[in-house]
């Protein structure tokens, strides 16, 4: 506002005679004009193609996929190894060293250039939207690192192949670091009620339909598998007899079971603890536990079954809770399908599901984060529009110019879906939703330049139709100048496929080129229907004939 005009006072030549009105008489404004001249006589059918049209992106929208944030590009995966709850932390690391030679063999992996393993921890979180695992004996996390971003793909492919047939006793998850929160095309279910069997005869059925689905990977619930619980119960009567007490029982118990400490071993400054316990086959054999002996304040023993009856029974390992109801959550992902299909393909089994009172299911996962987003994106949507609407009345001191400068604003939905659909690898993203909000202010000026020159013209003494078509001639250019400049300004993110804004890039480059078109045409043609009124100025005899005179 400052600068522009100041460089053209400086720079810019004055126009000879006659050359402003000789520049419309080309071939591109003779085309526009006649173009224009056709959608003025024929507004209905006009209308109807381009309501056609729209209605046409509208149902090829639902072609797009989509997804909230695409995977990163770190030369870098994840490998998540679980093994049954129950595991110790030795077996588990002698899974993980079986899998890290195999990873680190150049013959067989040549496209791995390091890794790194933590068994019965999550690791540093070295990456922001990195979600660590929960430590815990039975479980392992490791950090793959690859020569290229290219390999990742392969590798996730690969090992996931190699844990699926040479490691039985764990369950291998691969999955790459992801740009947003959360993991990108992972889809959860979280089954919440009073009852664990209930919920575990819900999570069952979820979990088969998930499987039944090919390509479905890594499926998970968080509450994992049963294990088996010793339930001891005292005859207090017996054992008092006796003398024994329940703590005498219990100290007998986990020296068999868990171990005791009788010593310590000095090395140096270090203390190391010496612990002794039973042997396995005498943990896991339950007739054994019953016949341990437990010693009597008389100084002699008793068998543990004439003081008390012990039994096995399994249980629930794990109860998750979440806002203090019990709730179990499965996950899953599939190897091609985004978040939001997988989750279509599964609504079949989830409609059919009977649940009882108290029980609900609601949706995790990527789909929960996106909705969220998109919650607080759209949040004040309605203020900013109001506001959108105040400024515009303001500004033309009109109901109908506003209501024209809005009508555009679709208009760039069918260069959109064109665009999501023909650009190779683009996805409706939250990225591309940022881009369809921002594309529609530049649609919104593109408007108010017309509306404000065809004002201009009217305000010279032009009629109606000969103002419409004079100031759109001249506004022509500006406004394709500035689409233009605006896409190519835009190609490198489209052509190198930038990670983050490649989505974006695409939604503006095509809502901005086919919106441009379409209201160079539907805003004259809105303004010469709302503004029929009787013409009080002197008419001219069009932009052609004026250039002649």
């Known amino acids: 506002m400052t600068v522009t005009p100041l460089l053209c006072v400086w720079f810019a ?58 995977a990163s ?108 929160p959360g993991e990108a095309g992972l889809v959860e279910y979280r089954v919440s009620g009073p009852g ?48 024994v007490s329940s703590e005498d029982i219990a100290r007998s118990l986990n020296a068999i079971l868990s171990g005791r400490e009788i010593t310590d071993y000095r090395e140096g400054d270090t203390s190391i603890p010496v612990v002794i316990r039973a042997e396995r086959a005498q943990r896991t054999n339950l007739g054994r536990l019953r016949t341990l002996t437990i010693p009597t304040a008389d100084n002699g023993s008793v068998p543990l079954l004439q003081i008390a009856t012990v039994d096995a029974a399994p249980e629930f390992s794990l109860i998750q809770r979440r806002n203090l109801r019990r709730t179990i959550t499965i996950s899953g992902k599939h190897a091609t399908l985004t978040a939001v299909e997988l989750n279509s393909a599964l609504q079949k089994v989830l409609s059919k599901l009977d649940l009882k009172t108290g029980y609900a299911i609601e949706a995790g996962g990527e789909i929960e984060s996106s909705q969220k987003a998109q919650g607080s994106l759209f949040k004040y949507m309605p203020l900013a ?15 109908r110019k506003t209501a024209i400068v809005l009508t555009v604003i679709p208009l760039s939905i069918a260069g959109i879906t064109a665009g999501l659909l023909l650009a190779p690898g683009s996805v409706f993203s939250f990225m591309a939703m940022l881009g369809m909000l921002s594309l529609a202010g530049i649609i919104i000026n593109n408007a108010i330049v017309l509306i404000d020159r065809i004002d201009t013209e009217r305000a010279a003494g032009a009629g109606l139709h000969d103002a419409i078509i004079d100031a759109c001639l001249k506004r022509a250019r500006p406004i394709l100048m ?20 490649y ?46 005179a």
């Open 196 to 243: 664990a069997d209930e919920l575990k005869r819900i999570s069952d059925k979820i979990t088969a339909g998930l499987r039944a689905i090919p390509g479905t990977l890594n499926i998970r619930d968080d509450w994992e598998n049963r294990w088996v619980k010793i339930v001891v119960r005292v005859d207090q009567a017996r054992a008092r007899r006796v003398g």
């Open 482 to 501: 500035t689409t233009v400049t605006t896409v190519l300004g835009l190609s490198p993110l489209i052509i190198w496929r930038d990670i983050l804004f």
């Open 73 to 180: 590009e770190r030369t870098q995966l994840q490998v998540i190894i679980d093994r049954p709850i129950g595991t110790n932390s030795a077996a588990t690391t002698q899974t993980v060293a079986n899998l890290n030679a195999w990873l680190l063999d150049k013959e067989k992996n040549p496209e791995i250039a390091s890794t790194i393993a933590y068994v019965a921890s999550g690791g540093p979180r070295f990456y922001l939207s990195l979600d660590p695992v929960d430590p815990d004996p039975h479980r392992a996390f490791m950090v793959v690192n690859t020569v290229d971003a290219k390999s990742v793909p392969v590798l996730i492919r690969r090992i996931t192949e190699y844990g699926f047939s040479n490691i039985a006793e764990a369950r291998v998850q691969v999955k790459p670091l992801s740009l947003g």
């Open 385 to 399: 529009l109001a506001l959108i609407v105040l400024i515009l009345v303001g500004q033309f001191g009109s109901f």
């Open 13 to 70: 030549s004055d126009p000879k005679p006659g050359k402003a009105q000789e520049a419309y008489d080309s071939r591109f404004y003779n085309m526009y004009r006649e173009t224009l001249g056709n959608v003025l006589q024929r507004p209905a059918l006009f209308f109807s193609g381009v309501g056609l049209l729209l209605l046409v992106s509208l149902w090829g929208f639902q072609f797009v996929p989509k997804i909230f944030f695409p």
């Open 503 to 548: 989505d974006l890039a695409v939604v503006i480059a095509g809502g901005l080129a086919v919106g441009t078109l379409l209201t160079l045409a539907v805003v004259p043609v809105l303004y010469a229907l709302l503004f029929r009124e009787p013409e009080t100025g002197v008419s001219t005899s069009g932009a052609k004939a004026k250039a002649k």
